[in-house]
């Protein structure tokens, strides 16, 4: 399982120089004029409508595997619009953000990257171009190309005039890069992907010493970077500036802004790059670090007792104590289900402070032997007789082996479930970052979580027999609801399935 | 005992020559050089260079067989060489006063060591004949070519340029086979990277039966030879026949001698 590295907000994404750039480009008079123009322009000649008849369309469907990945990198971007995905013919192992603020934006990738590149890559690749739309990089980016156009075609000053334009906004076409890097960084979780992306972009395998020694090489920085030569470059060079990303993400994540705001991307990013560590205190922090993104719980608890007293040269970071609490509360860790409730009970990193979710949470830490000498404030829940028999006939019915016993456990850690219950069914998946997801039939009620925003939920089984079971399509297809809550995916044929034993129990409810 | 320095004018075909001659007589290039834009290219294309690409250090096989030809073709300094990602197993020559050699990482992947020695001879004798330099200058010509307000004007300005990078190709070619001192490794370097591999293990270079009855083909027919001539109106590419073709004349030449 992953450790989640938190959100990353817009301003700390956008790097300091792309500001600065930015500001300059716009002070030009004209400037918001023509903006204004080519985004009329533009809104006219839209890619959009075209694409889908140009280039290969990925969805779960076509291309589940990147679809997936797409998925999960715009919801670590925060980013609630799905845009379009597009495959196309390509060697270069680039993708491309295109369309307008009014028309709606899209993503084309080459059909190398999809068959070169692995999932951290890929993820770090559509980051970027999230990042390339999240920053609003399109428009300045359409407009350059637009003016560029219209320049070409005035006899005589048309390259001078191309010149100085290009030349002019060279400082903010590089800037934008590192802003797009810094999203990748956020997208793929880590800043080894981002750099592995853009070492394969140049041609070398992130593997091997050469890609250690970029860190190394020294850029030589141009007086003025020559119009003529930049549009060449630009339009030639799909690895153009990789070496400078390479050493300004890598500056990024070790730098102290990355240490104060996100200690936990900064430490995570030095355990992956195996960074030596600066001094005792800083090594013990380290190796908690790697200990927890290997899946040790006690160590992902200890390091989040830290984030939240500040200790040991950690600062005091609740988001980073949040993260780390959910991630071994979800590996069945009591204490941190314990630190969980706390922060639901006051509100911390906005967490909810759900009454229901409490209980779940302190049933599940005290079954799992929470070591406290406060009593458990909830009693045992009344147990459901005609599960075992009714589960038992489906699987007779249809074939269906029982969940092993290492499947069972991992769902009930994952899903908050009370040790001491006995799990009859459950129908889990897991995302490419080791979580769970899913559905599960215990003794005592239904256990799940459906998705990466949400944590376990719980149904008590006299509340499923008191609400009324149904199914109803979302955003995410159909759903087979109890109540208020969404409890699984409706699939298309329920023989044997979860949702057919939801039928059934509900069948048989008294009240039914 | 050491080889004696390969010069320019060993290797330099007699068509490179004339065309050179006549761009920089229509365009008086060589006075351009002294205006000082030189520098200001070379300041952005190190720049680009350095930043987008991994600079080979010292230790590298690739900067050790370019050390090795810098001494055949008496290059007193080495130009900076590059590795990057290209489609292409060509070597690109950049800069103005300070050469820079550009090699594609699918060529260092394939770990053909007689083929990399090659593509190294011909850039650094490309350098040596000072390539980049004009190739540099043509671009730019090349770019403004589209704001030329005199009808055919940027299409005949083009024409010579492409007559001139096929030129030079068949003197780079001339410069592997005087630096490798093999027929047969200098005529495989001009069909790898477009002949697929599995098919030029099957080759037996400057014998019957292999390319040469493709070279004779496209020689002799009329049809063949217009074509070839009009198309060439439009593309840089030297046909490999011709190039093929040409090298033999050159070795043949050279044996008799």
């Known amino acids: 399982m992953k450790i989640d590295f938190g959100k990353l907000f817009d301003a700390e994404m956008v790097h300091p120089l792309e500001y600065e750039s930015a500001k300059a480009c716009q002070s030009v008079a004209v400037y918001d004029w023509l903006a204004k123009q080519a985004a009329q322009i533009k809104k006219n000649l839209t890619d959009l409508p075209e694409a889908a008849a140009r280039w290969f369309p990925v969805n779960q469907f076509t291309s589940p595997r990147l679809h997936g990945l797409y998925m999960l990198a715009l919801k670590r971007l925060n980013c609630a619009e799905e845009y379009p995905l597009f495959l196309k013919n390509g060697y270069d192992l680039t993708a491309k953000a295109l369309g307008s603020r009014s028309e709606g934006h899209m993503i084309v990738m080459n059909d190398a990257c999809a068959e070169e590149l692995n999932d951290g890559e890929l993820l770090a690749l559509l980051g970027q171009q999230i990042g390339h739309i999240r920053g609003d990089h399109i428009q300045q980016l359409e407009l350059l190309d637009l003016l560029e156009s219209s320049a070409q075609s005035i006899p005589m000053m048309g390259t001078i005039i191309g010149k100085k334009l290009w030349s002019y906004f060279a ?35 992130p593997a091997s010493p050469e890609a250690k020694a970029l860190e190394q090489q020294p850029v030589k920085q141009a ?22 990303r390479i050493q300004e993400v890598r500056a990024w994540v070790r730098s102290g802004e990355m240490k104060k705001d996100h200690p936990q991307v900064y430490y995570q990013c030095r355990v992956e790059e195996n960074d030596p560590a600066f001094s005792p205190e800083d090594e013990s922090v380290l190796r908690l670090h790697a200990s927890a993104m290997e899946g ?63 209980e779940q949470l302190f049933r599940a830490a005290y079954s799992r032997k929470l070591a406290t000498s406060r009593p458990n404030p909830y009693g045992p829940l009344p147990v459901n007789e005609s599960l075992r028999a009714l589960v038992g006939n489906l699987e007779q019915k249809y074939g269906v082996s029982s969940p092993d016993v290492e499947d069972l456990q991992r769902a009930k850690d994952a899903f908050w479930i009370p040790q001491d219950d006995d799990v009859y069914s459950c129908s889990v998946c897991t995302n490419s970052d080791g979580w769970l997801f899913g559905l599960a039939a215990s003794s005592t009620g239904l256990y799940g979580r459906t998705d990466e925003k949400s944590l376990p939920f719980m149904i008590k089984w006299e509340e499923f027999e008191a609400r009324d079971l149904y199914s109803r399509e979302t955003d995410d297809g159909w759903w087979i609801f109890s109540g208020p809550a969404r409890l699984i995916q409706k699939p298309k044929d329920m023989h044997g399935t979860m949702a057919e034993l939801l039928i059934l129990l509900k069948k048989a409810c008294p009240s039914s | 005992m050491n080889r004696p320095v390969i010069e320019v004018d060993d290797y330099m075909h007699p068509e490179e020559r004339a065309v050179t001659n006549r761009i920089v007589a229509l365009t008086q290039m060589d006075s351009w050089a002294e205006s000082g834009m030189g520098e200001g290219l070379d300041d952005t294309n190190q720049y680009i260079c350095s930043a987008s690409y991994y600079a080979v250090p010292s230790r590298h096989m690739i900067a050790r067989e370019a050390e ?3 001494e055949l073709f008496g290059l007193g300094q080495l130009p900076k060489l590059y590795i990057a990602r290209k489609f292409s197993y060509d070597l690109q020559l950049s800069g103005y006063h300070e050469p820079t050699v550009i090699v594609p990482s699918a ?31 043509l671009w730019i010509i090349e770019n403004m070519s589209g704001s030329i307000p005199i009808p055919f004007a940027s299409q005949a300005a083009c024409t010579l340029l492409y007559e001139w990078k096929r030129a030079i190709r068949y003197s780079q070619d001339r410069a592997v086979y005087l630096a490798t001192g093999n027929l047969e490794e ?26 040469d009855p493709q070279v004779r083909r496209y020689s002799k027919g009329l049809v063949e030879k217009t074509v070839g001539a009009f198309a060439s109106l439009m593309q840089d590419y030297a046909y490999l026949p011709e190039r093929y073709s040409r090298l033999i004349q050159f070795a043949e030449g050279r044996s008799g001698q």
């Open chain 2, 107 to 137: 060529l260092v992947d394939e770990h053909d060591e007689g083929m990399i020695r090659c593509r190294i001879c011909g850039a650094l004798a490309g350098v040596k004949a000072g390539h980049h330099q004009l190739e540099y200058l």
């Open chain 2, 186 to 211: 200098a005529l495989r370097n001009i069909l790898y990277g477009t002949v697929p591999q599995e098919t030029l293990k099957r080759f037996t270079f400057g014998s019957n039966g292999t390319f």
């Open chain 1, 223 to 244: 007086k003025g970077k020559s119009g003529v030569f930049f549009i060449k470059s630009w339009h030639e060079m799909p690895a153009f500036g990789n070496v400078e």
């Open chain 1, 296 to 358: 040790d719980a006690k160590a992902a608890v200890k390091l989040a007792e830290l984030y939240v007293q500040g200790k040991e040269a950690l600062p005091v970071c609740t988001a980073a104590a949040a993260c780390l609490f959910q991630y071994a509360a979800c590996q069945g860790d009591p204490l941190a289900m314990r630190y969980l409730i706390g922060f639901m009970q006051h509100g911390i990193e906005n967490m909810e402070n759900d009454e229901r979710r409490i």
């Open chain 1, 171 to 205: 400082d903010w076409l590089v800037a934008s890069q590192y802003t797009a890097d810094r999203a990748a960084v956020f997208a793929a979780q880590s800043v080894y992907a981002v750099e592995s992306l853009l070492l394969r972009q140049i041609g070398l395998d």
């Open chain 2, 68 to 70: 090795a030809a810098a």
